[in-house]
T-cell receptor, first 112, second 116 residues
Framework: SQTIHQWPATLVQPVGSPLSLECTVE??????LYWYRQAAGRGLQLLFY??????ISSEVPQNLSASRPQDRQFILSSKKLLLSDSGFYLC???????????FGNGTRLTVT | AQSVTQPDIHITVSEGASLELRCNYS??????LFWYVQSPGQGLQLLLK??????LVQGIKGFEAEFKRSQSSFNLRKPSVHWSDAAEYFC??????????????FGQGTRLTINP
């Protein structure tokens, strides 16, 4: 069966520091991969998605970037964190266009 | 572009009572529709989905939802709630014309509290 792993689970970082969140999927090949952000008390906002290695689409302009160096690995990065980057970051995968998304357990990022 | 509205931010029901969570969507054609549940500090778990066919769909944990095209709605129901159903519930819509990735748009969520 397929599983998705996100780490770390929680992270506290100072303003201006770099960020790297990692997500890996097991048990499937060539998945579509997604990064969502959930601000406190709000819904989910799609940040990035990828349909293949090295293929990244950004949904909103921001201080973050994403990379997909391997088929089942998706990384969310920032060179310098802002206070507004705080939130709950969720990685997800799907098999095909018309299949549901499956989410990881998320990373709680607090920028101080 | 598609959009989703969950009119109720917070709902409280008694254990054993019936439940209905509302979801309205905006989309020019028949969308893909989903309900997810999120426990505090956790990721989202898929409850059920609608792609086509029977408009009444059954999901996990005793939940069901009905797609009503005329009302642009996809309300979630459960006949009798359990204390373990307390969580945040999200409705999501996907566009059929999207090629490649399934870019879901989520509602703001409804927080469900269960009274003993």
């Amino acid at each position: 069966s397929q599983t998705i792993h996100q780490w770390p689970a929680t992270l506290v970082q100072p303003v201006g520091s770099p960020l790297s969140l990692e997500c890996t999927v097991e048990g499937t090949s060539n998945p579509n991969l997604y990064w969502y952000r959930q601000a406190a008390g709000r819904g989910l906002q799609l940040l990035f998605y990828s349909v293949g290695i090295g293929q990244i689409s950004s949904e909103v302009p921001q201080n973050l970037s994403a990379s997909r160096p391997q088929d089942r690995q998706f990384i969310l990065s920032s060179k310098k964190l802002l206070l507004s980057d705080s939130g709950f970051y969720l990685c997800a995968w799907s098999v095909r266009r018309n299949s549901p998304l499956h989410f990881g357990n998320g990373t709680r990022l607090t920028v101080t | 572009a598609q959009s989703v509205t969950q009119p109720d931010i917070h709902i409280t029901v008694s254990e054993g009572a019936s439940l209905e969570l509302r979801c309205n969507y905006s989309y020019g054609a028949t969308p893909y529709l989903f309900w997810y549940v999120q426990s505090p500090g956790q990721g989202l778990q898929l409850l059920l989905k609608y792609f086509s066919g029977d408009t009444l769909v059954q999901g996990i944990k005793g939940f069901e939802a009905e797609f009503k095209r005329s009302q642009s709605s996809f309300n979630l129901r459960k006949p009798s709630v359990h204390w373990s159903d307390a969580a945040e519930y999200f409705c999501a819509v996907g566009a059929r014309e999207n090629q490649g990735a399934q870019k879901l748009v989520f509602g703001q969520g409804t927080r469900l509290t269960i009274n003993p």
